[in-house]
């Protein structure tokens, strides 16, 4: 089996890790596949160098890119005379601009072949893996509107199978914006390499140390590219209500989930991008100056994970997000606005929880939370910080969780069984018989 794997640019993020592990994984087991990446463009921070760890180094096509342009023609006719070349049996497409100019360019593969004149076009099969989906929180109403109508129009005419990676994503993409068919769809959650994290205690200190974190301090971390979508304000608002919050509780001797933690509690930021210079203005603008620490992009998360006590995610929009999983691999707990396949991870409700009419509830691996509260977020870090066996059962139901679920093993035995049934003809193709039909 020949495979050609197509991504937009390889940045920071879970999407780049994703495919580097599935690429090198796969071809640990004999699959002939080729990674094709666009440009990381300035603002954000290049991948690259995880997927070359590996063993893997891509093809880049420099007119690839996140958004739309003229050179977008360009990427379609270079991926089209590729496939051209290589005569893939499969191509597998991942994020959104990958997916549009890989499917444009193998409609133009099938087709354009004098076979197609009776009714004969290329055998090969297309899938598309929804990592998140853009149709809403990034964009106005008629940009999304157009993307939404692209993407079913792709499903329809050039998708044989559409991968998404948690059950509460099959249900938003396809159920809520109708994107393709059910039977198209394949949940497949992602893998990581849970390994790397196996004696997280034993490196809790290094930059708790490093940090000028004492013992009893804790530390609520949020881990991400600084970007609209991932909003961050929501998290520094949420931070300044709880240090309001802590100091009456302090004052007055009580606390919910038990008496206000002794220690002082101090917010992490992991991650870079644009939106840094705004971020720091308004952490001080809240008054969090002494109280929240800008530290970067690191690219050793078998080191941050085990020195915080807390990781929090505040998203406006989530597809499965890596951060949560690899927090859990950690025994990290998590606190997360409700979105995506975030409901998925954190598991279900309690049933006294869903009596509760509180805007967050205690699930079983972690505490959902109403997206756009800081009142809310505000509430559930308060609770979860100053009840320290909660944090602790919390990590250990997700460490337990991830360790049987999330595994690189795993991904790549289910992604190579797609290819199998794809291959072997029992897979429909979606885009040949929808032309046909016209």
């Known amino acids: 089996m020949k495979v050609v794997r197509i991504i937009a640019r390889l940045n920071v993020g879970g999407p780049a890790r994703h495919v580097a592990w599935l690429e090198a994984g796969l071809r640990g087991r004999g699959v002939e596949s080729r990674l094709v990446a666009g440009v990381v463009p300035p603002g954000e921070d290049d991948m690259g160098y995880f997927a070359e760890s590996l063993g893997v180094r891509p093809l880049v096509i420099p007119e690839m890119s996140r958004e739309i342009s003229p050179k977008d023609f360009v990427t379609v006719w270079k991926l089209f005379r590729l496939f051209r070349r290589e005569r893939p049996d499969l191509v597998h497409t991942h994020t959104a601009k990958a997916g549009t100019v890989g499917r444009a360019a193998g409609m133009l ?14 055998q ?3 899938v598309h893996t929804y990592h998140g989906h853009i149709f809403h929180s990034y964009y106005g109403r008629w940009k999304t509107r157009l993307f939404l109508f692209v993407e079913q129009a792709l499903a329809r005419l050039a998708t044989d199978r559409i991968v998404v990676i948690s059950p509460q994503q099959l249900e938003e993409i396809q159920g809520r914006f109708r994107v393709g068919r059910r039977e198209q769809f394949e949940v497949i959650p992602l893998g990581l390499d849970t390994r790397a994290f196996e004696d997280w205690p034993a490196r809790r200190h290094a930059l708790r140390d490093e940090w000028g974190a004492e013992g009893g301090d804790v530390l609520v971390g949020i881990v991400g590219r600084l970007t609209e979508v991932k909003n961050h304000r929501l998290f520094l608002e949420a931070a300044a209500l709880f240090k309001k919050r802590r100091a009456f509780e302090q004052e007055s001797g009580g606390a919910s989930g038990g008496a206000p933690h002794a220690g002082r509690v101090r917010f992490v930021v992991v991650g870079d991008g644009h939106l840094r210079a705004d971020l720091e203005s308004h952490a001080w603008a809240l008054g969090l100056s002494d109280d929240v620490k800008f530290v970067g992009l690191r690219d050793d998360p078998e ?3 085990p020195a915080l006590d807390v990781v929090a995610l505040t998203s406006r929009n989530e597809g499965t997000p890596l951060t949560l999983i690899e927090a859990m691999a950690n025994a990290r707990a ?3 606005t409700a979105v995506g396949g975030v409901v998925d991870l954190l598991g279900g409700v309690a049933a006294e929880e869903l009596r509760r009419p509180h805007p967050w509830q205690i699930c079983e691996r972690g505490i959902q939370v109403r997206p756009g509260d800081p009142e809310a977020f505000a509430e559930a870090l308060a609770h979860v910080v100053n009840d320290v066996a909660l944090r602790q059962t919390l990590g250990e139901r997700g460490r337990e969780y991830v360790e049987r679920n999330y595994s690189v093993e795993r991904l790549v035995s289910d992604v190579e069984r797609l ?10 193709a979606a885009a040949e018989s929808a032309l046909l039909k016209f």
Do not use: H, K, M
Not at 113 to 119: E, V, Y
Not at 419 to 428: D, F, I, M, V, W
């Open 334 to 336: 998590c606190v997360a």
């Open 303 to 305: 080191n941050f994970y």
């Open 419 to 428: 290819y199998g049934r794809l291959a072997g003809g029992s897979g429909e």
């Open 109 to 122: 593969y099938r087709w354009l072949t004098p076979s197609a004149l009776w009714g004969r076009p290329r």
């Open 124 to 126: 090969c099969r297309f």
